[in-house]
Nanobody, 117 residues
Framework: QVQLVESGGGLVQAGGSLRISCVAS????????MTWYRQAPGKERELVANIGTFPAYPTNYATSVKGRFTISRSDAKNTLYLEMNSLKPEDTGVYYC?????????WGQGTQVSVSS
């Protein structure tokens, strides 16, 4: 069955960096747009970034993270990444990867990112 498993979250000081990953199983990510979302405490889930498919791999970022975050993918490893630099306290939240397939939307369990000031 389809599974998405995020990892790599943690506690980091403002200005620091983290790279989080999402390993997919049960399907091949190469055929799909892959997306990172996040949810801060007391707030709605918001789109962070997404990345399209071969050959162009187009990317799209939320205004709040543009220039600081980089989304990438390894279709060979069936893995999605999010490189986060110059982290701010407002980046704190649970980060989820998501894929939209014919049968519906599939979400991982999330990984916690906490940024201290």
């Amino acid at each position: 069955q389809v599974q998405l498993v995020e990892s790599g979250g943690g506690l980091v000081q403002a200005g620091g960096s983290l790279r989080i990953s999402c390993v997919a199983s049960g399907f091949t990510i190469g055929n799909y747009v892959m997306t990172w979302y996040r949810q801060a405490p007391g707030k709605e889930r918001e789109l962070v970034a997404n990345i399209g498919t071969f050959p162009a791999y187009p990317t799209n970022y939320a205004t709040s993270v543009k220039g600081r975050f980089t989304i990438s993918r390894s279709d060979a490893k069936n893995t999605l990444y999010l490189e986060m630099n110059s982290l701010k306290p407002e980046d704190t939240g649970v980060y989820y990867c998501m894929v939209r397939r014919y049968a519906g939307d599939y979400w991982g369990q999330g990984t916690q990112v906490s940024v201290s000031s």
